[in-house]
């Protein structure tokens, strides 16, 4: 039998996350988490509670547990954020948990997912997004479109650090995409000090 | 233009794809006898008024719901925005 010696790649094609600061601003890729979507099948109820250990999910909406993260995407449907080197099939935990009462997919390398982190981040969103970023407080997930890629923004804390996912094979255009807005959000700042 | 998403509130339409007349959620039993015609009409006629107008539309870039959306078409001013299932369940549920 074939023995293959797999290293695991970022979506970058690197065996370190992407990391990137300009100015007072850092995007950072977060390969350490295990990605589901959940929706719910007819006539089942209390989903989203099961997926957080109790709280609902309200509309456009995030509940953030000890380890996971579950953000609402549309009606009856959730995306779970998990510790990848605690729970790397997180679908399959998911699915023995909720059985016939939701579809479960796995998004592990579907979604790529990045934090940015810094001061006056609504300076570097607002170019990139058409989000209306004062009712993005903490809290608060919105799908969108940055750079012509669907993706979606969540709101840790406002202005100060969001969370972004996108579609795996953008993450280089969408992360180029994002530092230049950086690059150019510092220079004027810079420009103008 | 902003369309009024039943949930979400004010979205901008560049965030929904326009997929075509909402008379294409009722689709024709195939079974039925006359099936062929039904399904000619239903395929190609399309009335194309000026003024009130349901059509429906995909939230693609947001919480990728279906709606119907009742438009004037010469004002492009929206009347009534609801997700497509609730109305096709509605029409399903008249019928």
């Known amino acids: 039998m074939t023995n293959y010696r797999l290293s695991p790649r970022t979506a970058f094609g690197a065996s370190e996350p992407m990391r990137a600061t300009i100015g007072k601003a850092t995007l950072t890729e977060r390969p350490e988490f295990s990605i589901a979507s959940v ?3 007819a006539e089942q109820d209390g989903i989203a509670a099961k997926l957080t250990g109790g709280a609902d999910v309200a509309v456009s909406e995030l509940v953030q547990t000890d380890t996971r993260t579950v953000f609402w995407t549309g009606p009856n449907q959730w995306f779970v954020l998990d510790d990848h080197s605690a729970v790397e099939a997180l679908a399959q935990t998911l699915k023995a948990d909720l059985g ?10 579907g979604w790529v997912v990045f934090d940015l982190t810094g001061e006056d981040l609504d300076e570097v969103l607002e170019r990139l997004c058409s989000i ?4 993005l407080a903490r809290g608060r997930a919105q799908r969108t479109v940055i750079e012509h890629v669907g993706s979606f923004v969540l709101c840790l804390e406002q202005g100060r650090s969001y969370r ?6 953008f993450a280089p255009s969408f992360a180029h995409a994002i530092k230049e807005i950086m690059v150019s ?9 | 233009m ?4 039943p949930l979400l509130g004010l979205r901008d339409a560049q965030e929904f794809t326009y997929f075509g007349d909402a008379s294409l959620l009722d689709r024709p039993d195939g079974m039925a006898e006359g099936a ?14 000026a003024g009130e107008h349901q059509e429906l539309w995909f939230h693609e870039q947001g919480d990728r719901s279906w709606l119907v959306v009742t438009r004037n078409t010469l004002t492009h001013e929206i009347f009534k925005v609801e997700f497509a299932t609730d109305v096709a369940l509605a029409r399903r549920s008249a019928t």
Do not use: M, W
């Open chain 1, 39 to 41: 929706a719910v099948r």
């Open chain 1, 100 to 109: 016939a009462s939701a579809s479960v997919t796995e998004q592990n390398d």
């Open chain 1, 132 to 135: 209306n970023l004062s009712e």
């Open chain 1, 164 to 169: 972004l996912l996108c579609g795996r094979s």
């Open chain 1, 185 to 193: 959000v510092n220079a004027q700042k810079t420009l103008l000090a």
């Open chain 2, 2 to 5: 902003l369309i009024p998403h």
């Open chain 2, 36 to 49: 062929s015609e039904q399904f000619h009409d239903y395929l190609y006629l399309r009335d194309n008024p």
